[in-house]
């Protein structure tokens, strides 16, 4: 299973929603699932040495390349480049060897290879030029895409909201969406929300005939975290935060309508019931 996950705008705990996705996946299917973030920020999940170029490279080997995730021995990390990667890798190699198309050909090897020992995949898509070049080059024009589902994460501001129209410019892009976007909601408190917001984000759209459900969620005080060592995933706080437990029996649900065995409706009633629960407002503090 490849499932890409891309953002329409950057923040809103898009990275720890794709490693949440891995987990309730790796959970799902009993398969060990790797998360491969492809942004070149060095904000969150920095691996020091850790980096696919320097594997591409030959620097190190592919077990140096990935860390597990202490937390979900079967989910594994790894990103593209980190700060610690750029030292040993010139800084302009790099940049060539990603527009050249060196880079692309690798990446897609190694996604090929790992979907052919079983591997759960989760991509991370940055939303900025490079992400879309190695989603473009990597992803569609090596037919990967024909493969994957596409899970697109928004927060609540209506300019991001409207921005998965623009994925239907593709319309190979667009016959791939996961049926399901997901919109966090910063402050985690419904009541500032715009009413034409949740109109929005309550109603089944479908760019270019692509099944499109939109879900409001607010997810943020349950994904918040310093560094990822510190990270308690959903299914830990479930145990003890009701909230947390509703958040991972949705991702659940999320994950098995991706791999086809969840209706869109059922998923859509879910969402509505969470939105509608007056206490919702104080379970996220």
């Known amino acids: ?98 527009f050249g198309g060196g880079l692309s050909a690798q990446l897609a090897e190694f996604v090929n ?43 609540e501001k209506k ?7 623009m994925i239907s410019s593709n319309d190979l892009l667009s016959r791939r969406v996961a049926s399901i976007i997901i919109n966090k909601i910063p402050m985690g408190v419904l009541d500032g929300v715009r009413e034409d917001v949740k109109v929005r984000l309550l109603k089944k759209t479908a760019p270019k005939g692509s099944p499109l459900l939109i879900g409001l969620i607010p997810l943020t005080m349950q994904l918040y975290y310093r560094d990822l060592n510190s990270y308690l995933p959903l299914l830990m706080k479930a145990e003890y935060n009701e909230h947390a437990k509703s958040i991972s029996k949705l991702l659940t649900m999320v994950v098995r309508n991706i791999l086809g065995v969840e209706k869109e409706s059922k998923i859509l009633t879910v969402v509505r019931g969470m939105i509608s629960e007056q206490r919702l407002g104080s379970l996220v503090h």
């Open 113 to 155: 290879y790992l979907l052919h020992k079983d591997f759960g995949v989760i991509v991370y898509v940055p939303p900025d030029m490079i992400g879309e070049y190695l989603l473009e080059r990597a992803f569609v024009d090596t037919g990967l895409v024909n493969r994957a589902k596409i899970v697109i994460t928004s927060n």
């Open 159 to 165: 300019s991001c909201i409207d921005r998965p129209r």
């Open 1 to 98: 299973m490849l499932v890409l996950v891309t953002p329409t705008c950057r923040g809103s705990g898009s990275k720890v929603l794709a490693l949440e996705l891995a987990i309730h996946l790796n959970i799902e299917t009993k398969r060990p699932v790797i998360l491969i973030d492809l942004s070149t920020d060095f904000t969150s999940f920095d691996m020091e040495t850790n980096c696919l170029t320097a594997y591409f490279n030959n620097i190190i080997h592919t077990a140096q390349a990935t860390r597990r995730f202490e937390k979900a021995p079967d989910v594994l990390i790894t990103k593209i480049i980190t700060e610690e990667c750029m030292k040993i890798i010139d800084e302009r190699k790099f940049i060539k060897n990603i």
